[in-house]
């Protein structure tokens, strides 16, 4: 059974800098963490992953501002929010699995189709509000 719990939002101005941290228990060192985030009356998106390699995806909409990692000793891993702006405001998710590839997909593809709550373990979210 693995187990997240996220922490690290809150107000930020923009073009600012932030950091989200995802803590993981598990019974096993393979599992893969993704960040997802819900803005305001829009469809949740997957923004950044990693697996149990360290190998990380980043998606276009925050790629070259935000860096995902993973401290191997604490099993925490880090969101760097970087140049924030006002649109990356909301409720930001860790989700984490053992199940990194599958019929169902791939933690790479950071689809909202694999990375769902009814499918893997997700954190009760933590909110980043951007302010001018």
């Known amino acids: 059974q693995i187990n997240v719990a996220e922490s690290g939002g809150g107000s930020v101005q923009t073009g600012g800098s932030l950091k989200l941290f995802c803590a993981v228990s598990?019974?096993?060192?393979?599992?893969?963490v993704a960040w997802l985030r819900q803005a305001q009356g829009k469809e949740r998106e997957g923004i950044a992953g990693?697996?149990?390699?360290?190998?990380?995806r980043i998606m276009n909409s925050v790629k070259g501002r935000f860096i995902i990692s993973k401290d191997n000793a604490d099993d925490i891993v880090t969101l760097e929010m970087n140049n924030v702006k006002p649109e990356d405001s909301g409720m930001y998710y860790c989700a984490a699995t053992e199940i990194c590839h599958g019929p169902g997909g791939s933690w790479y593809d950071l689809d909202t189709g694999f990375w769902d709550p009814s499918r893997n373990a997700w954190g009760q979210g933590t909110l980043v509000t951007v302010t001018p």
């Open positions: 990693i697996d149990y390699d360290r190998n990380t």
């Open positions: 598990r019974y096993s060192s393979k599992y893969c």
